[in-house]
């Protein structure tokens, strides 16, 4: 009897998160690429007809094993292999809306380093958690896969992503400014340098690495944070751009080498392109409702799949549409004109849109990146995570907590009252002072994260900890 997809899939290990299939190296064996990847491809020939899909890898050393495995099973369902090499997520995601071809990336993004990824994109853009549903349940028997080696890497999706940003701003809008690039082992790392100087600007590298390190966003470490204020005052710097691991989260800096929350480069990007409507998580910083900017924001689950599904709803009444997660990935939800120029949708997250729109417009407005953010709402907001504690323990210990949150309240540590419960996403507590504790399972590692929100920032920070060290004492 035939082994069925559905089921090396579930005795995998390999379980999909708030965005892609994530898991241990270990387990993502050549057959588990394998079943993935044609319960993927049968799923979009059942929608869409096309003779080809498109790959590409980010830097971690086993991406190129996985994509192999990949491609092996495309081959045997009779369909071309184009594969793009490392690039940024979102510069594969564009590249396969052009070509009209559903998509693999290779990439565990910002998690450690032990594991890896699979994100999978449909001629259209993200997959949505239908598409995910399916994909789990294929129940159809494995076919196998032919030994297949990647093909000659095309630089084409890296052109058309280069293109695409370069020619947002006239090619002298950062004339005079000085920009750092941290590229450790970013995806997009051998593209931004150009496209920043393309635009003007005087552009230093920063601290490349052939060793993978896996940047979270939402919780950038001590070191990179001093790394950033000693980067910008040696090389005198206005700002200093970076990603995550595969390019579709933003991490940039201002002129001193502060670190801007990710939720507030989106606010800033979605101003400076004059969107109507906005979709983003619910963990993001309510500074994006107080700020009076959007007719319209909807609040969703935690997971760009959820964003993006907002947007059909808002299409019917707005034009002009975006969302951004709380780590920064812009969404850009419609077309948009800029500066005479039509910008086309590209419904997944992306790093390199609010990079160029932060930088460029702030430089147009003669301000500094630091008055951008002043201007804003005083909402303040930090994020952590606590490592090696079991998902199913986290999700009853908020499930009880939501039925009785005073009490989850009070044994990890708060005494304050509790104004309103939010169980859209985890268990988001507002606080009677109007600060904000928010406790959440991570969807692709044994994590627990915890969102913070206060008009201080070193109370929204001193929140995490004490929360954080409120539900160690608790693990078991």
Same mark, same amino acid.
């Given at each position: 009897?035939?082994?069925?997809?559905?089921?090396?899939?579930?005795?995998?290990?390999?379980?999909?998160?708030?965005?892609?299939?994530?898991?241990?190296?270990?387990?993502?064996?050549?057959?588990?690429?394998?079943?993935?990847?044609?319960?993927?491809?049968?799923?979009?020939?059942?929608?869409?007809?096309?003779?080809?899909?498109?790959?590409?890898?980010?830097?971690?050393?086993?991406?190129?094993?996985?994509?192999?495995?990949?491609?092996?099973?495309?081959?045997? !369902?009779?369909?071309?292999?184009?594969?793009?090499?490392?690039?940024?997520?979102?510069?594969?995601?564009?590249?396969?809306?052009?070509?009209?071809?559903?998509?693999?990336?290779?990439?565990?993004?910002?998690?450690?380093?032990?594991?890896?990824?699979?994100?999978?994109?449909?001629?259209?853009?993200?997959?949505?958690?239908?598409?995910?549903?399916?994909?789990?349940?294929?129940?159809?028997?494995?076919?196998?896969?032919?030994?297949?080696a990647l093909p000659?890497?095309?630089t084409l999706a890296?052109?058309?992503?280069?293109?695409?940003?370069?020619?947002?701003?006239?090619?002298?809008?950062?004339?005079?400014?000085?920009? #750092?690039?941290?590229?450790?082992?970013?995806?997009?790392?051998?593209?931004?340098?150009?496209?920043?100087?393309?635009?003007?600007? %005087?552009?230093?590298?920063?601290?490349?690495?052939?060793?993978?390190?896996?940047?979270?966003?939402?919780?950038? =470490?001590?070191?990179?944070?001093?790394?950033?204020?000693?980067?910008?005052?040696?090389?005198?710097?206005?700002?200093?751009?970076?990603?995550?691991?595969?390019?579709?989260?933003?991490?940039?800096?201002?002129?001193?080498?502060?670190?801007?929350? /990710?939720?507030?480069? /989106? @606010? @800033?990007?979605?101003?400076?392109?004059?969107?109507?409507?906005?979709?983003?998580?619910?963990?993001?910083?309510?500074?994006?409702?107080?700020?009076?900017?959007?007719?319209?924001?909807?609040?969703?689950?935690?997971?760009?799949?959820?964003?993006?599904?907002?947007? %059909? =709803?808002? =299409?019917?009444?707005?034009?002009?549409?975006? /969302?951004?997660?709380?780590?920064? #990935?812009?969404?850009?939800?419609?077309?948009?004109?800029?500066?005479?120029?039509? !910008?086309?949708?590209?419904?997944?997250?992306?790093? @390199?849109?609010? /990079?160029?729109?932060?930088?460029?417009? =702030?430089?147009?407005?003669?301000? @500094?990146?630091?008055? !951008?953010?002043?201007?804003?709402?005083?909402?303040?907001?930090?994020?952590?995570?606590?490592?090696?504690?079991?998902?199913?323990?986290?999700?009853?210990?908020?499930?009880?907590?939501?039925?009785?949150?005073?009490?989850?309240?009070?044994?990890?540590?708060?005494?304050?009252?509790?104004?309103?419960?939010d169980t859209t996403?985890?268990?988001?507590?507002?606080?009677?002072?109007?600060?904000?504790?928010?406790?959440?399972?991570?969807?692709?590692?044994?994590?627990?994260?915890?969102?913070?929100?206060?008009?201080?920032?070193?109370?929204?920070?001193?929140?995490?900890?004490?929360?954080?060290?409120?539900?160690?004492?608790?693990?078991?």
């Amino acid at each position: 009897m035939m082994t069925q997809c559905s089921d090396i899939i579930a005795n995998s290990n390999i379980q999909f998160g708030t965005s892609g299939a994530r898991g241990l190296v270990d387990d993502f064996t050549p057959e588990v690429c394998g079943a993935f990847t044609q319960a993927f491809v049968e799923q979009m020939q059942s929608e869409y007809e096309f003779s080809g899909v498109v790959l590409a890898i980010d830097n971690r050393p086993s991406s190129p094993a996985i994509a192999e495995a990949c491609a092996g099973v495309i081959k045997q !369902l009779g369909l071309a292999v184009y594969y793009y090499g490392v690039v940024p997520t979102p510069a594969l995601a564009y590249q396969a809306m052009q070509d009209k071809m559903p998509a693999i990336m290779v990439t565990g993004s910002h998690i450690p380093f032990d594991r890896n990824g699979l994100k999978f994109y449909r001629p259209d853009g993200e997959i949505t958690k239908a598409d995910e549903s399916a994909i789990l349940g294929f129940n159809v028997s494995y076919i196998g896969a032919v030994e297949h080696a990647l093909p000659a890497i095309s630089t084409l999706a890296a052109e058309q992503y280069t293109q695409r940003n370069a020619g947002l701003y006239a090619d002298h809008v950062l004339a005079g400014k000085r920009i #750092g690039i941290y590229e450790h082992s970013s995806a997009g790392r051998d593209l931004y340098a150009a496209i920043f100087a393309s635009l003007g600007a %005087e552009v230093i590298s920063l601290e490349r690495t052939d060793t993978f390190v896996p940047i979270d966003t939402e919780a950038v =470490a001590e070191e990179d944070r001093v790394k950033a204020r000693q980067w910008s005052a040696e090389h005198q710097l206005d700002a200093i751009f970076s990603t995550d691991g595969d390019g579709d989260r933003p991490l940039i800096a201002d002129e001193t080498g502060e670190w801007l929350r /990710g939720d507030i480069v /989106g @606010l @800033l990007c979605a101003q400076l392109l004059n969107i109507q409507a906005l979709a983003v998580p619910v963990s993001c910083n309510t500074a994006i409702e107080k700020s009076n900017s959007f007719e319209k924001v909807v609040r969703t689950r935690i997971g760009s799949p959820y964003v993006i599904a907002a947007f %059909e =709803a808002l =299409a019917a009444e707005f034009k002009r549409l975006a /969302g951004f997660e709380a780590n920064g #990935g812009f969404i850009l939800g419609s077309d948009v004109e800029l500066n005479g120029q039509v !910008l086309k949708a590209l419904p997944t997250r992306d790093a @390199l849109l609010p /990079g160029i729109v932060l930088i460029a417009g =702030a430089a147009s407005a003669g301000k @500094l990146l630091s008055e !951008l953010v002043a201007s804003l709402p005083a909402r303040y907001t930090a994020s952590d995570r606590i490592k090696d504690v079991p998902t199913q323990w986290s999700r009853e210990l908020l499930t009880a907590g939501a039925e009785q949150p005073e009490v989850l309240l009070s044994k990890i540590g708060f005494t304050e009252t509790i104004d309103a419960v939010d169980t859209t996403d985890g268990l988001r507590l507002t606080l009677a002072s109007g600060d904000i504790v928010h406790l959440r399972p991570s969807g692709n590692a044994p994590e627990l994260r915890c969102y913070a929100e206060s008009g201080d920032q070193a109370v929204a920070e001193a929140i995490v900890v004490k929360a954080l060290k409120g539900v160690k004492v608790l693990t078991p």
